[in-house]
DNA sequence: AACCCGCCCAACT
DNA sequence: AGTTGGGCGGGTT
């Protein structure tokens, strides 16, 4: 269990609906915590943003520049997620993978073996879909871009699934057909 | 240190 | 399409 960033500092949320279900934004004066995507019921939503967070939730919703840019994606246009992440709980490794997976273009997939020989741990593919599996970050970290090698989808630990997955890349307009 | 687990992979059957 | 053994990072005893 890490130890979770709870001290006084004031972390606020913000949730919206989307095509691909609920979403949240929680984040710092100065950085996004987390992002939550792909709820259909907002209860439970608030669920498990008060699992992680506790009470250290503001209850009224701060602006945040990085939730106008996920709905302009949502709604089909090409657009680079990026927005201040605090990555000071993520171990080296994850901050590798989480860096080399931001460079994955839209609209394009690349595999977990490439991810992983492309920051030097050419047999790591395994432990890149472990770290990709943490994301805290979907989207801006498009870990939805990283597929199987062997040509099929490859899992997704956000809510909704390899489900979820498909529809981002069709979203993306990714032509590919998926083996399984 | 040892043991398990996982968004994997290549090489099989 | 399904199985197997290897490999790697991380978390848990």
Redesign the pocket.
């Known amino acids: ?2 130890s979770m960033k709870c001290t006084t500092t004031l972390v606020s949320c913000a949730i919206f609906q989307t095509k691909i279900g609920w979403c949240a934004v929680v984040a710092t004066g100065k950085a996004v915590l987390r992002i939550v995507i792909g709820f259909s019921e907002r209860e439970q939503l608030l669920k498990q943003i008060l699992k992680e967070f506790g009470s250290a939730i503001e209850k009224k919703p701060a602006r945040m520049s990085i939730t106008g840019e996920m709905k302009q994606y949502f709604s089909g246009k090409e657009v680079f997620l990026n927005c201040a992440m605090d990555w000071s709980s ?5 901050q590798k ?1 989480y860096k080399a997976a931001m460079k994955v273009p839209y609209g394009t997939v690349d ?4 991810l ?1 020989r492309r920051i030097g ?15 805290p970050f ?1 989207l801006v970290v498009p ?2 871009r ?5 040509g ?1 989808l ?5 809510r909704g699934g ?1 489900v979820l ?1 498909k529809k981002l890349l069709r979203l993306e307009r990714v032509n590919r057909r998926f ?2």
Do not use: E, W
């Open positions: 269990m890490s993520l171990s080296p490794f994850q993978v595999t977990y073996g490439n992983a741990c050419p047999k790591g593919a395994r432990a890149v879909g472990g770290a990709l599996a943490k994301n979907p870990c939805h990283i597929v199987r090698g062997d099929s490859g899992g997704f630990s956000a390899s997955k083996k399984g």
